[in-house]
Structure formats: C-alpha cells, structure tokens
C-alpha cells in the first residue's frame, strides 16, 4: 500500500523535528563542553542576556527622548534669549525716557544770569533777576526744538520735575538752585541753536531787558540721571 500525501508531510515534519532536537542537543553539549557550563546554568545566563538586551532597548528609547526634550529646550531658550533681548531693548528705552540713566551727546549750553543793571531806590529788585519762570520757558522752547535730555545746574529735569522760586534761587527736584543758572541740553545743535535764537524766543526777551545770555553749541556734552524717585499717589496705569 501507497503512503498517502499526509503520512509523507507528517513523516517530513517528524524527521525535521528530530533533526533540530539532535542539533540542538549537540550545540549544547558542545557548548557545555567548552565553556564547562550545565545546562540550568546556560538558560540562567540566556535569560540574563535577554533582560539585559531589553533594559539596553530601554535605556536607547530613554536617551532618544531625553535628547529630544533637550532639543526642545534648547529651542525654547533660544525664543526666551530673543524675548529677553526685546525685554532689555525695551527696558532700556523706559529707562532713557525716564531719565534715570545718564546721557552724553552733542548739544548745546545755555547759561542764564541776573541782571547787572543797578537799581535805583524803590526800584524792584524781581527785575533784576532770573526767575523759574525764565528758566522754565528756556527749557520748554529745547523741548520744542527737539531737546532728548535736559539738565539745569546738574539737575535732570523729568516728568515730574517742578520749577519754582524760593526766594532769590530756583527750587528743582527739590533741590535750591542759585545763578548762573546752566541748562544743558542735548540734541541737533543747529535746531536748538535756531529755535533759542528766534526773535520770539525766550532768550530774546531776556536780552531786550539787559539779561546776560549766553549759547554755546558743543559735539559732547553730558547730562547726569536722575537722582530722585518716582511716586504715583493717584495716577494709576489705564488697563
């Protein structure tokens, strides 16, 4: 009797499963043979070897994330430089706008004294002299005239800086100012200079009643901070 197709598949299968059990068992004695090792002991240090590639596997999934986390915040820091950058530029605008950094520059010096005139008796003695208020108009016209910062005797004038007499010498940042007094402006020189000597500026009414004025442009002048503080009782910002 013919074996059928089945008894032959089944007898391969047999003979192939034989075959890989014998080869398996000669491997392994040829490796007990070699390394000395038993059996149990070569599955112990199989199963070690698998855990170990596993842990391996683990520790690559690990670096690859963390260099990606690395790589987002380096990417981070670099748009949190370029903020800080802005920040500071615009940190550093407020605080020239506020006046409490000092500035140099060209500019020009304007110098303001009493009169010389001697008075007679019953004369008043007010017109003789420099008031705030002559100060004050000099130092709105360089404004005017494009003025970036302005000093009087060494004193930043600001936002909130007041002129006013106190007696025969100028209250400024609450500090007396005495003649000559000294304002330095910085700015185009030429624009200042034309705008202080036009005929209906301040500086010309001064001299058309014998006040000494003096102008001078300079290509770098100085101008100090300033040196007071900022209170807001009532002001508040408008959000």
């Not at 199989?46 to 990606?68: G, N, P, T, W």
């Not at 370029?82 to 020239?96: F, I, N, T």
Request: hydrophobic share 45%; glycine share 6%.
């Amino acid at each position: 009797m013919r074996p059928t197709r089945l008894q032959l598949v089944l007898t391969a299968a047999l003979l192939a499963a034989g075959l890989l059990v014998t080869w398996q068992l000669k491997a392994e004695r040829s490796i007990r043979a070699s390394l000395r090792i038993p059996s149990q002991r070569l599955e112990e240090l199989a199963f070690l070897l698998q855990e170990q590639s596993r842990h391996r596997e683990r520790l690559e999934d690990e670096i690859a994330s963390l260099r990606a986390q690395l790589a987002r915040y380096e990417e981070a820091a670099t748009r949190n430089q370029g903020a800080q950058r802005e920040l500071r530029r615009r940190l550093e605008a407020l605080r020239l706008a506020a006046g409490v950094e000092p500035l140099r520059g060209p500019g020009v010096v304007v110098e303001l004294r009493d009169s010389p005139q001697r008075l007679q008796p019953g004369d008043d003695p007010n017109l003789v002299l420099i008031h705030y208020t002559d100060v004050q108009a000099v130092v709105a016209t360089l404004w005017a005239a494009g003025a970036e910062a302005v000093a009087v005797n060494g004193e930043r004038v600001v936002s909130t800086t007041g002129l006013s007499c106190v007696g025969t010498t100028i209250l400024c940042n609450a500090r007396r100012l005495a003649p000559p007094y000294v304002i330095v402006a910085l700015g185009d020189p030429e624009a200042l200079v034309t705008t202080l000597e036009a005929e209906d500026s301040p500086l010309a009414t001064l001299r058309a009643f014998q006040f000494p004025v003096r102008v001078t442009r300079s290509a770098d002048l100085r101008v100090p901070a300033y040196r007071g503080g900022f209170q807001f009782r009532f002001a508040r910002a408008d959000r």
